[in-house]
């Protein structure tokens, strides 16, 4: 019931375009779902986060679309550029516990 | 500001050897997390700090594994007796709790490598 389901797990897209990264859950009292960005060499970058209560969050070109019936959440990243190139990893956690269940992690190349 | 600090970056060591890893924490930051990242296990929580108490040590893979954290500030991660699947990169974050204190920030990690 801990587990975050991250697809898929590579994505080449073009300069531009946009990149989709999706998640599913099945623990109903998780309550906040990050999403990280890394590079090699470094550590995870807070990217965006959201909570339950709504169903999008956006910030500049990274925007969550959240369903909370169907337990799933997604990472968009609008107008791709090569310097998104990473790995991005969903997460969850609940009050209770605080510690992240982190996704399987999805590289991604954005191609110039 | 300062973000996460851990030393050392890098650390080889001998299979049997005792390690220990450290992590600054962001200032005021009152929760600190303990995470390991390795290719066939992807992220995995160790232990949760708050203060200087560690409410959740469910992901401590072994009793070869502790932790400990002085001043509410400064944690240390000790392996005892490594062995080789031990290898990984260990990562920290702090966050600052109540409000909207949910956010971890992490540190850049310490790669371990058990030879």
């Known amino acids: 019931q801990q587990q975050v389901k991250q697809s898929p797990q590579s994505l080449i897209v073009q300069k531009g375009g946009i990149s989709i990264i999706n998640c599913a859950y099945e623990?109903?009292?998780?309550?906040?779902f990050p999403w990280y960005q890394q590079f090699p060499g470094k550590g995870p970058a807070l990217l965006i986060a959201?909570?339950?209560?709504?169903s999008e969050k956006k910030e500049g070109r990274f925007t969550i679309s959240f369903n909370k019936s169907a337990k799933q959440f997604s990472l968009h990243i609008m107008d791709s550029q090569p310097g998104d190139s990473a790995t991005y990893f969903c997460?969850?956690?609940?009050?209770?516990?605080?510690?992240?269940?982190f996704g399987s992690g999805t590289r991604l190349q954005v191609q110039p | 500001g300062a973000g996460v600090s851990q030393s050392p970056s890098n650390k080889v060591t001998e299979k049997g050897k005792d390690v220990e890893l450290r992590c600054d924490p962001i200032?005021?930051?009152?929760?600190l997390y303990w995470y390991r990242q390795s290719l066939g296990q992807g992220l995995e929580f160790l232990i949760y700090?708050?203060?200087?108490?560690?409410?959740?040590k469910s992901g401590l893979p072994s009793d070869r594994f502790s932790a400990e954290r002085t001043g509410g500030s400064v944690s240390t991660l000790t392996i005892q007796r490594t062995q080789q699947e031990d290898s990984a990169v260990y990562l920290c974050?702090?966050?600052?709790?109540?409000?909207?204190?949910?956010?971890?920030?992490f540190g850049d990690g310490t790669r371990l490598s058990i030879l």
């Open positions: 623990n109903t009292a998780f309550d906040y």
């Open positions: 700090f708050q203060g200087n108490s560690a409410p959740d």
């Open positions: 959201i909570r339950p209560d709504v």
């Open positions: 200032s005021g930051h009152t929760a």
């Open positions: 974050a702090s966050s600052l709790e109540g409000g909207g204190g949910r956010a971890q920030h």
């Open positions: 997460a969850a956690t609940d009050t209770g516990r605080r510690a992240l269940t």
